[in-house]
């Protein structure tokens, strides 16, 4: 990740989310809970379904992969973020910027792809439950997750060919938590216009496609479901609810970002914490809650480790 010699920019000073002293130690107070329950929660998810022979499924397969990102999601940033709220001069190397936009486009492209799959997933679950067992075996997972992580890189990598050569001279202040590649690139020292339409479009394109190709997928799931009567029909309703729910609040901070025009709003960066805090929460909280298979594993695990130290 070597800048080329026109680069000066040895470092970017990320102005973070106040500058008051009070509302940082708020900031570092929610964050920290909302981290560590993101992390701990998404651990015990993977857990669960790795050590209950019920939850041996693709659905569940798919999930704990998705655990996996959601971990990997928190960690790009947010510990850096903690820290910085007890730093005056928040500071980042050039190379630790270039990482963090290579770590979230990698994780998010990768995420949504594999959104993607657990619809696929639950289409085949519902619409052709006769042929489930035969499509969705064990090998399709893997390839599920494997298209998913090239992907995500390759859109990374398609980001970050072009950035990490851009003319930086100054100034190099980001007016975010992180290096968030809309930001970075206005910071070039020259026209970034075709660099801002090319980044919108890479962008665009598997945000909007992933997005369309994951509301038709639950459109007919829908429709298929609504047309049945019976209590697993009842029970497919409110697994397709949680799913629904998780792409929602998922793609709609993520379109808005990565498809609105490169123009900036004070609130733009209180939604960036969402999209990067709080999103990974959404995994442990919603698919623990709601889904019974879950929660039953959930009680059985906690049952056997509470009778193993009455023992």
């Not at 704990?64 to 990997?72: A, K």
């Not at 900036?264 to 914490?273: G, I």
Request: with cysteine; aromatic share 14%; glycine share 2%.
């Amino acid at each position: 990740m070597a800048h080329t010699n026109e680069s000066v920019v040895s470092e970017f000073v990320l102005l973070g989310l106040s500058n008051s002293w009070e509302l940082q130690l708020f900031f570092f107070a929610i964050f920290s809970v909302v981290y560590v329950t993101s992390v701990l929660g998404n651990i015990l998810i993977i857990i669960i379904i790795s050590s209950d022979s019920h939850l041996n499924s693709p659905m569940y397969f798919l999930l704990s992969n998705l655990s996996f990102l959601d971990i990997c999601q928190s960690n790009f940033a947010t510990p850096k973020m903690l820290l910085d709220f007890f730093v005056e001069h928040k500071t980042i190397s050039f190379e630790g910027c270039m990482a963090q936009i290579f770590l979230l486009h990698s994780f998010v492209g990768s995420e949504m792809m594999l959104l993607v799959a657990m619809a696929y997933d639950r289409f085949i679950a519902i619409c052709k439950p006769l042929r489930y067992s035969t499509i969705m075996n064990r090998k399709l997972c893997i390839i599920f997750v494997f298209i998913s992580w090239a992907v995500g890189i390759l859109h990374s990598v398609s980001h970050l060919v072009f950035t990490v050569d851009l003319p930086f001279c100054g100034p190099n202040e980001v007016d975010s938590f992180f290096c968030d590649l809309p930001l970075v690139i206005e910071l070039a020292c020259m026209d970034t216009y075709e660099m801002e339409i090319m980044t919108l479009t890479n962008s665009g394109l598997i945000s909007l496609s992933c997005f369309l190709a994951l509301i038709i997928s639950y459109t007919i799931i829908l429709i298929t479901v609504w047309r049945r009567s019976s209590s697993g029909s009842s029970k497919a309703l409110s697994t397709l609810t949680a799913h629904i729910t998780v792409v929602i609040l998922f793609f709609g901070p993520c379109i808005y970002f990565y498809i609105w025009p490169f123009s900036r709003l004070p609130v733009d960066k209180f939604l960036s914490v969402f999209y990067t805090v709080c999103t990974p929460l959404l995994n442990p909280i919603i698919y623990s809650l709601r889904n019974e298979d879950v929660k039953s594993a959930m009680r059985k695990l906690r049952n056997h480790h509470v009778n193993s130290w009455k023992n």
